[in-house]
């Protein structure tokens, strides 16, 4: 008994130990970086509207957090929304470009294009076809995150194995058997890893869709603050929205990670 509390205990202390490890390093910068931030302004004559202290910005965080809160909820919303479509779209269109090459080789530049094409020069179209508001802000999402799904599926479906292709073909597996047991598994990981990517970028997209498609009557995201805020130079209300669409992006790519994990274990337990 004495010795099954003493492993219990050090079992305890090492989880303990670890989750310092991971903690402390990052706690600390963070804490030396708003110290150098907080000297820097004191020392270096630095005007607030310019660059305010910290603690302004966090008195930001927590004066106004029911307004901030509630806008970063909408951008929240509208990212994941167009993130969801891109992936379910994305997914559908790398599945047809690994069925049949003729499709892959005349619609692929055309996704190429569709990616390089600055959002900002086509959001006025966007805009003048979905109107102002979280339509056109979705839509502008989409975009954004679309291509990352399509290449890394489409790349990740191409480059299964030759050998069990071979395997499947010579005992007449149907071309769905060899996609959904075949080409979709080896593609899991390209796959996931583009959605961490796509994620990220529907938070800018998202961002980017607020400055430009403004918002409906009494809906405002963290993109209306970040644009009126820097209108009117009070840079910590522009800090502390910058801040929240990072924290909004981190979120979201952990929340893809879990379900990622979470799948994959699922997966490897069947």
């Known amino acids: 008994m004495k010795t099954e509390k003493l492993s219990t205990l050090n079992f305890i202390k090492s989880q303990l130990g670890h989750g310092l490890q991971i903690v402390f390093p990052p706690t600390l910068c963070l804490l030396l970086g708003l110290i150098c931030w907080d000297l820097l302004i004191r020392f270096g004559n630095i005007d607030r509207y310019l660059l305010p202290t910290p603690w302004a910005v966090i008195d930001v965080l927590i004066g106004r957090s029911g307004d901030l809160l509630a806008a970063a909820w909408i951008t929240f919303l509208s990212a994941l929304v167009g993130f969801s479509l891109s992936l379910i779209s994305g997914l559908l269109v790398a599945t047809l470009f690994s069925e049949f090459r003729w499709l892959r080789r005349g619609c692929y530049p055309y996704a190429i294009f569709l990616h390089t094409v600055p959002i900002v020069a086509i959001s006025p179209l966007i805009i003048t076809w979905f109107g102002y508001g979280g339509n056109s802000v979705v839509v502008i999402t989409y975009i954004v995150s679309l291509f990352p799904i399509i290449t890394s599926a489409t790349n990740g479906m191409l480059e299964a194995s030759i050998e069990l292709k071979e395997l499947f073909k010579l005992y007449k597996a149907s ?20 959605a961490q990517t796509a994620s990220g970028l529907a938070i800018v997209g998202a961002i980017v869709g607020e400055f430009f498609a403004g918002h409906e009557a009494g809906r405002y995201g963290l993109g209306y603050y970040i644009f009126s805020a820097q209108g009117q130079f009070r840079t910590d209300i522009l800090l502390a929205s910058v801040i ?3 924290l909004l992006g981190i979120g979201l790519f952990a929340m893809i990670t879990l379900l990622a994990n979470t799948a994959l274990r699922r997966w490897m337990i069947r």
Do not use: E, H
Not at 178 to 194: D, M
């Open 244 to 246: 929240l669409s990072t």
């Open 175 to 194: 071309r769905w058997s060899v996609l959904w047991k075949l080409k979709f598994p080896s593609a899991i990981p390209q796959i996931i890893s583009g």
